[in-house]
């Protein structure tokens, strides 16, 4: 292992939790390299968490070990696992839907489930609440830094027993292709959609083109205009939209230097959903 470490959680920083897995891990291995995706996915959000293990896990090296926790069934009997990504990296997780987008886009080659009698904080077998300080830091740590190996974390269970949450599936025309509002590039405001870049480049699209584009929350439309498909923000003028690809090639609706949610206060999830129509 290359003792890389990489936290992400719902729990903030506005209290200690997050420091108490880095110093369960540092006590682990004080060599450990500790990083974070973040800690403020949305309270209770399992596909939030999952989306931003699918934008960043790939870019990180072969064996670096990722402890994700968004738990909202923590105590209950839901399983706890690590699985190995078809690259060669390692996620620790509850198994409730986090590892969704990975599953899809990255793929999965094997999942384990934690065995807490060998793989759990000594002393902790009456809390119930904070699994990701005695459960999965602690078992990520052991993992990255070599402690135990991966067969070493439990038993090897079924790649089908990976819990997936349901995705948005595109909905396709010879003009048109629907999908979801996925998530939003939170400091910008940008709005991450369901539809890939292939699937909106197989309609024909060119750059500078004026695509009109429809946004609804669930039968109420909140937007809807023509917006030019871009390169990058700067192809139009300063507060005004555009469409473009984004980091993990799937189209994105910007203002730029501005924020289009805020500007049209529109959300994620099942309710949003938006579509792209060749005039």
């Given at each position: 292992m290359n003792k890389f470490l990489v936290f992400q959680s719902d729990f903030g920083l506005v209290d200690g939790a997050v420091s108490a897995m880095e110093g369960?891990?540092?006590s682990v291995d004080k060599d450990l390299k500790i990083s974070h995706v973040t800690h403020d996915i949305t309270q209770f959000n399992i596909f939030e968490g999952s989306y931003r293990l699918f934008q960043t896990v790939e870019?990180?090296?072969?064996?670096?070990?990722?402890?994700?926790?968004?738990?909202?069934?923590?105590?209950?009997?839901?399983t706890s696992i690590v699985a190995k990504t078809r690259d060669g990296q390692y996620i620790v997780t509850p198994n409730n839907g986090t590892l969704t987008h990975l599953a899809k886009h990255v793929g999965i080659e094997e999942i384990r489930m934690i065995e807490e009698s060998i793989n759990r904080r000594q002393n902790?077998?009456?809390?119930?609440?904070?699994?990701?300080?005695?459960?999965?830091?602690?078992?990520?740590?052991?993992?990255?830094?070599?402690?135990?190996?991966?067969?070493?974390?439990?038993?090897?269970?079924?790649?089908?027993?990976?819990v997936s949450l349901d995705l948005f599936e595109t909905i396709k025309t010879d003009t048109s292709l629907t999908g979801q509002i996925d998530i939003l590039d939170v400091r910008f405001g940008s709005l991450w959609t369901s539809i890939?870049?292939?699937?909106?480049?197989?309609l024909g699209f060119k750059f500078g083109d004026k695509v009109e584009v429809s946004i609804f929350n669930n039968?109420?439309?909140?937007?809807s205009n023509r917006v030019i498909y871009g390169k990058s923000f700067a192809d139009v003028r300063v507060g005004m939209p555009v469409l473009y690809m984004n980091s993990v090639y799937h189209m994105a609706l910007a203002i730029n230097q501005g924020s289009f949610s805020k500007a049209y206060n529109i959300g994620v999830g099942a309710p949003w959903t938006i579509t792209f129509e060749k005039q």
């Open positions: 369960v891990a540092y870019y990180w090296p072969v064996g670096t070990v990722f402890v994700s926790v968004v738990d909202p069934g923590v105590g209950s009997d839901r902790t077998q009456h809390s119930y609440t904070f699994h990701g300080r005695d459960v999965y830091a602690y078992t990520g740590a052991r993992l990255a830094s070599g402690e135990i190996t991966f067969e070493q974390v439990g038993e090897k269970l079924p790649i089908e027993n990976v890939s870049f292939e699937d909106f480049k197989e039968d109420t439309m909140v937007f």
